[in-house]
């Protein structure tokens, strides 16, 4: 008898969890330049990479009440948007997960080829 076929729920719980990480460096990566979350969002999905508002949101708040962040309201074409960059602890963090990022990365290419 062979093993019970991995569920629908815990396949999306497992690739959520995993998504989760990728998407706060690829906000703290994207956001070495300025953006509004529109633009950041459109950037983000250019790049393969779809987030929704529900999750980009409270991604950015939380990102930014751990000082990684630093936002501001300006009106643009008569609309008020924030405006996030990231902080000067934002761009050192950012560098460190990047290199541990590639560590994980090289490792988890090596792994999955042996299997």
């Known amino acids: 008898m062979g093993r019970p076929a991995l ?3 815990l396949f999306e719980n497992l690739r ?3 998504r989760r990480g990728c998407l706060a460096l690829a ?3 994207h956001l070495h330049e ?3 979350g529109y633009t950041l969002r459109k950037a983000l999905a250019d790049h393969g990479l779809d987030i929704d508002e529900g999750t ?4 950015l708040r939380r990102l930014e009440s751990q000082g990684l962040l630093q936002s501001e309201w300006r009106e643009e074409n008569k609309r008020k948007k924030r405006f996030y960059q990231l ?4 761009r050192e963090t950012l560098s460190r997960l990047l290199a541990e990022w590639k560590l994980i990365n ?7 080829a042996e299997a």
Do not use: K, M, T
């Not at 980009?56 to 991604?59: F, G, K, M, Q």
């Not at 090289?106 to 999955?112: E, G, Q």
């Open 87 to 90: 902080s000067a602890d934002g």
């Open 106 to 112: 090289a490792s988890l290419d090596r792994i999955v």
């Open 34 to 36: 300025e953006h509004y």
């Open 27 to 29: 906000v703290l990566a």
């Open 56 to 59: 980009l949101y409270p991604l």
């Open 7 to 9: 569920s629908n729920e």
């Open 16 to 18: 959520l969890e995993l």
